[in-house]
Every structure is written in C-alpha cells, then in structure tokens.
C-alpha cells in the first residue's frame, strides 16, 4: 500500500519513520510547506520531499494519506482527500468542533473511503493491556478512575498550539488521548464537570481537571497539563469493586542509563530513563489501520470514537467556561 | 506553665483512639487518668494494660479533676460530647470529622468560647514529616503561585457503624474528604466558595457512599479535586493512601506522605504488605495539643478549621444530590 503523508512536525516524522520500516506500507513521499522539515522527514522514512501536497498527490499515487497537520487544518484536507478517495489516516484530534468531525465523517462515507484517527494511546502495551484487564473483569465491577498526563508546553510550527482557535488546548489536544481510552473502559459519558487554570505569555502553562461520569456508574477524574517542568508522565489507576490496576510511565522504566561523559552541549549528561520496545506505539497503531484498509475491518479505534472524544473535550470546556456540569448528547434513556 | 496535663479519653469507637492512647501514654508530661466507652469490652485490653480507671459514663469521668478529653465517639456523638465537656470546663481534642452538621459544630465551637476551653480537631496530617516540609515549601515560594490542587485520601471500608449513616453521618465522602480539605485550607490560606461533586455506591454492598469526587473552588481563584474514595481493595497492601499534588507558576511538588514504607511479599499472607517507617504523625498531634494547654496557648488546629474542612464534606452531598455546584458562604457571615 502506498501511504503518503502531510505535516512533517514531530508527529509527521514518527509516521515517517515507523511506515518505512513497515513491511505493510510503501512510504511514497511526505510533504510540509516547510521544505527544510519536509527534507528531514524524507531523510528519516527514505522517501521524496514535497512542498506542495498537490504535486506529491500526483505523483505518488497513495493509497492512504496520512495528515499530520495542526487540528484547525484537519476539516478542509481530510474533505479534499475523501474525494480524491484516498483512505484517510488523521493525527488526534479529529476536529476542533462537531460539525467539522460530522463533514469529515460525511464525507468518507459519501466517497467510499475509510477515515481513521490517531488515538495512539490505544496502542500503548501498558494502556492496551489495562483495558483488556479491567475487560476480563480484574478489577471487578465500575469503580473511581485516575488518568493523567503532564508535558512540557508543545512547541509546534509557528506556535500554533498555544492559539486556542487552531489546536483547543489542553483538553481537546493531550487530555483527549485519555478521555478516548477511559471511554474505551467504561463506554459512554452522562456527564462532564471541568475546571482549568491557564496563564499565557513567556512561560505558558494550562492545566485542566476534568471529572466525567459514566452510565455505567463510573466516576473518573483526569489531568492533563501543558508546561510540566519534569518529564513528559502518564499515570492511570482503576479501581472497581474487586479490585486496582494502576499504570504508570515513571514506574515501567526498563532501563536507566546514567553516563560520566559530557553531553553534546557540554553538560554533565543526566539520567535517561527509558522503556523500550522492538515496535513503538505508533507502529501498531499504523499497521492496524492499514490492516483495517486491507481486510475491510473494524479498527480498535473509530471516526465515531473520535468524535466522541471529542464531544467530551467540549462538553468539558464549556463547564471550564459556565462552572456547571454539562450532559453529555450521547445519553441514552 | 503547666508541668503536668490531666487528660481523660472518651469513647474507642473510632480506632484511632488507641493511637492517641500510645501517643499520651508515652509523654511525660501527661497524666492519663482514664477511659470513659460505654462499651466495656471494647476498651478492656487498654484498661488492663495500663491499669488505667473505667468510666461507664462520661459525665463521671468530666466530674473529675481532667484538664482536657480526647473524644474519639462515632461522629453523631462528637457534639454532645463536646458541648459536655466543654459545659465541664474541659479543654477538647475531637476526632475528625468535626461533626455531621454545620448547626452542630457552630454549637460545638460556641460551647468551647463560652467556658473558656480549647477545642482542636484531630487532623494529624498537618504533622506528617512530608507535609510539614512541603507546607514550608509552598510558603517559601519554592513553586511560585498555587493555581492547582489534586488530593486523594483512598482508603478500605471501615465497615461497622461507620457504614451506619445515623451513626456516622456519612460514609467515604464524609470520613475521608476532611483530612486532605483541611491540608488545602491550611496550604492555600483560603476558603473553599463552591462545590460540585459526585458520591455514589461502588465498590461494597453496605448502603452508603464508599465512592466520590469532589471539585473545590476556592476564593482566591486555586481550583482543586480529591478523591475520598474507599476504594482500595482487601487485596491492597496497606489501608490506604493521602497524596496531595500542587500545581504552581513556578513548578510543582507531590507529597506521596506514606511512600517512606518497606514492601514485603510473605507466603502465609498471599498478598503484599506495606510497612510504614516513617514518622508517627499521631504522636506530634498529641503534643501539639498538649504543649499549647500547657503553655496556655490556642491550639494549632481548631474548632474552626474542622467546621471549615466538614462543610466541604456536607456541601459535597448536598451537589451530589442536586447535581450542581453549591455555593458556600463566607465563615464569618454564618458564624453565630
């Protein structure tokens, strides 16, 4: 299958290098308006550099693209891709309203073409293995969930991240990873109660807590952060009535190399820890939607889930916004 | 200054009372002169032990020469048991929460005022050598303006009368949304102005609430959230958990305040275990209480700061049941 990609930031180019040693996929080119960042992600996946996504289109001849654009540009590619029939590959989240997950969902369908978005953390062995837990019943029956995720203040071209208007924030583009999975345990939302604290100029932060209660009786409180002075942390514990599964990045690190050699800059070099894996996350995560493409089937993760996602992270914003618990528009009766 | 405080306990309903009784126990500075519990089995190892004297009831043993009572009754009982005291002329340190009502601790700490005794709420977390050190870090500005405060205080179900609504006044949100509210009014120097929470039953079959969360507002803008859950499983290591994360300008700290723990995995127990070596927070809330009535100073926790920490508690049910945010007003305006 010949996969194509569009945006070449630091999603763009984790794409890139997972599809080229993917024996599944054929990396036919990767495009970004930055010619220098195009360039780098074409050095990292062994493939052709665009500038123009047009031009690449054309000459490449994907099978699938895959758009690593900032969420405000998401709506408009995606369209124009569908009815290009191009399959659709699209980074998280899915749109920055309903009405723009609703077009680009209308749209696939309409031109026959399947539309998948990068819930990656569904694809994390640690959060993968937790929901197949509390799944087999390990846990027991719905209890209290913790999620969180702190990070350092994204820095994407152009500092798109840190306007409202083209990435969300806080919840709609990091904690959204954890309102897919919690809903991937629990199934669907009754009601969301949110509050955040935010602080912009030379050293931005925001900070979102964020409650949501599940027809099933669950209760979760989730965290995400941008601007964490420490290192990037994923952390989720689950408690039912039989019992707890917690995960954590900080507890799971298999290997912890400390050196007396100066780093490149010259300073003593610090502690890495890390937690490695023959695949990363998001090579199963790429290989499942393209085997989705082969094979016809279901992904792990839907457009659907996405855009239910989404509506949480909205729901949640608006109660940042009213300090008042918002239902959630996919309650059933 | 006093050389020598006469401390009597009443009531070992709640189990943290044969903590207190170690704590008074081993000072030198305290004379226990006995244990007044209606239920006398329940207190006999203590009495035999210690050879300390038996009240069957309370008011005998607040007719002796006691300066002070520690009470450790089922919380429906801590207001009249305070009031009594207090109507005594005895200084009291009362086991959280403070009570089930705010009527009730307005009473409590206006019966304490009109005798001329000393009412302290028994929040020993403020004494936990990690707490005492983050405290000292946030007042130095070590992580600039607090703008954030996540909490758990998780825990197992106690079971027995706590379970019992008419004699604990609440179950998981009540007992355990009080520790970690008053570490956050003590921190932040505020006062929470709205609630919204959930409580719910998850996790046993006992008709109360075992599960919860609960979203504070503070005055000053600090937004916060903890879970009062009874949540741990019999399977856990340890009963339970008070973690307090701050987010602030500057940077942030998590207190983890019983990570100074070894863990053990042992054949007869099929389960592992946690054992605590850190310091005992019970014995440094004793002293505080003894020293100030010693040194006739006013107690570091009061009266006040367990009315402020259980509204939180009480509102939380009240936003539970009506499903929104409910509104707090300031202490001054509903004192008296």
Known sequence: MRVSIIGCGTMGITYAKNLASMEEADLAGVCDIDAARAEEAAKAGGTRAYSDYKAMLEMENPDVVCVCLPTYLHKGTVIELARLGKHIICEKPIGLTLEEADAMIEACRENGVRLFVGHVVRFFPNYADAAGQIARGETGGPGVAHLKRYGSYPQGNGQWYHDRNKSGGVIMDLMIHDIDFVRSVYGEADAVYAAKAQSGGEDPFEYAMVTIHFLNGAIANLTAYWGYPGPFTTEAEFAGSQGVLRLGSESSRSLIVTSKEKGPEGK?????????????????????????????????????????????????????????????GGKRA | MKAKLKVGMISFAHMHAASYLQALLARKDVDLVGIADENRERVRPFLERYGLAYYEDAGKLLATDVDAVVICSENVRHAPLTVQAAQAGKHVLCEKPLGISEAQMREMIEACRANGVQLMTAFPCRYLASVIEAKAAVDRGDIGRIVAVKGTNRGTMPGGWFADRSLSGGGAVLDHTVHVMDLMNWFLNSEPEEVFAYAATLFHREPIDDAGMVHVKFRNGVIAVLDPSWSRPAAFPTWGDVTMELIGTKGTLFVDAFAQKNEIYNNERMKPSWSYWGDSMDDRLIEAFVLALREDRSVPITGEDGFRSARVALAAYASAQQGKPVRLAPWDRTDG
């Open chain 1, 268 to 328: 003593a070099a610090v502690q890495v820890p890390q937690s490695p894996m023959r695949h990363d996350p998001y090579y199963r995560e790429l290989k499942h939607f393209l085997d989705c493409i082969r094979d016809g089937s279901e992904p792990l993760v839907t457009a659907e889930d996405a855009r239910a996602a989404l509506e949480i992270a909205l729901a949640a914003e608006r109660s940042c916004q009213t300090g008042q618990p918002v239902a959630i």
